[in-house]
C-alpha cells in the first residue's frame, strides 16, 4: 500500500539552483495537486493536474513549473530556486469520483 | 471568494477534555466541507466530510454538523486523547461533489496538544 510517495524528503538549495520534485501515485487517481505548506498560510495550491498531459495553475503558481507526461506521476520543478520558495511541499492525488484527497509525506525546503 | 477561517491555536486540552474547533466559510455556491488531520512528520489525512446542509460527518469520535445559517463546521470530540495530538485543518470544495477537480481550499491549521 504505498499511495502516494514523494521523493526527495528534505533538500537545501541555494539560490539560484534548480531542482524538481517528484510524485508518484499507484492508484491510478485521475487527480494530481502539488501543495506548499507555510505557517500561519495553511496549505496553497501551486499547480494541478486533471489527467496525463494537462496541468494548471493553482493559487501560487509563480516561480514553479509542472508535468504530467505519465498518470502515475507528477513533477514539480524549480528552475531558480529563492529564499521564498522555502517551504514544505505536499503532493496529494484523488480520484475523479471521490472527494477525497490523499497526501504524501512531504518535501522539506530550504533555500538559502 | 471562497475562504475558510479557523481559531488559532494551539489548542492544549488535558485528556478526556472535550474539544472544539471553530470553523467558518465563505462560498459561493454549495460547498463540500471538510477537516484533515496532519500527525507530526506526515502528510494530511480525511478525518470526516459533509457534503451537503445539516450532514453530520463523523469518524474516530469526531464530529462536525454542516451549518448552512451560520456557514459553520466546528470539529468535536467529547473525550479526547493523547494520540489526537495533530493539527487539524478545516477545508471546503468550492464546487462540491459534481464533477469538481476537487482543488480544496483550506484553513490555516488549528494545533491541539493533549496533555495526560
Known amino acids: 500500500n504505498a499511495g502516494v510517495t514523494q521523493t526527495p524528503k528534505f533538500r537545501v538549495l541555494k539560490t539560484g539552483q534548480s531542482m524538481t520534485l517528484l510524485c508518484a501515485q499507484d492508484?491510478?487517481?485521475?487527480?494530481m495537486y502539488w501543495y506548499r505548506q507555510d505557517p500561519g498560510m495553511g496549505l496553497r495550491l501551486i499547480h494541478y493536474?486533471?489527467?496525463?498531459?494537462?496541468?494548471a495553475k493553482g493559487e501560487v503558481p509563480d516561480g514553479y513549473n509542472v508535468s504530467r507526461l505519465k498518470k502515475q506521476n507528477f513533477l514539480l520543478g524549480l528552475e531558480s530556486a529563492a529564499p521564498s520558495q522555502t517551504s514544505v511541499y505536499f503532493c496529494?492525488?484523488?480520484?475523479?469520483?471521490?472527494?477525497?484527497?490523499?497526501f504524501g509525506s512531504g518535501t522539506q525546503l530550504s533555500v538559502l | 471568494g471562497n475562504s475558510v477561517t479557523q481559531m488559532e491555536g494551539p489548542v492544549t486540552l488535558s485528556e478526556e477534555a472535550f474539544l472544539t474547533i471553530n470553523c467558518t466559510y465563505t462560498?459561493?455556491?454549495?460547498?463540500?466541507l471538510f477537516w484533515y488531520v496532519q500527525y507530526p512528520g506526515e502528510g494530511l489525512q480525511l478525518l470526516l466530510k459533509?457534503?451537503?446542509?445539516?450532514d453530520k460527518g463523523s469518524n474516530k469520535g469526531f464530529e462536525a454538523t454542516y451549518r448552512k445559517e451560520t456557514t459553520s463546521f466546528h470539529l468535536e470530540k467529547g473525550s479526547v486523547q493523547v494520540s489526537d495530538s495533530a493539527v487539524y485543518f478545516c477545508?471546503?470544495?468550492?464546487?462540491?461533489?459534481?464533477?469538481?477537480?476537487?482543488?480544496?481550499?483550506f484553513g490555516t491549521g488549528t494545533l491541539l496538544a493533549v496533555q495526560p
Open positions: 496529494a492525488s484523488s480520484s475523479r469520483r471521490v472527494e477525497k484527497l490523499f
Open positions: 492508484m491510478n487517481h485521475e487527480y
Open positions: 493536474s486533471v489527467g496525463e498531459g494537462t496541468t
Open positions: 462560498a459561493t455556491g454549495y460547498p463540500s
Open positions: 459533509a457534503t451537503k446542509a445539516d
Open positions: 477545508a471546503l470544495n468550492p464546487l462540491g461533489g459534481g464533477g469538481a477537480t476537487n482543488k480544496l481550499i
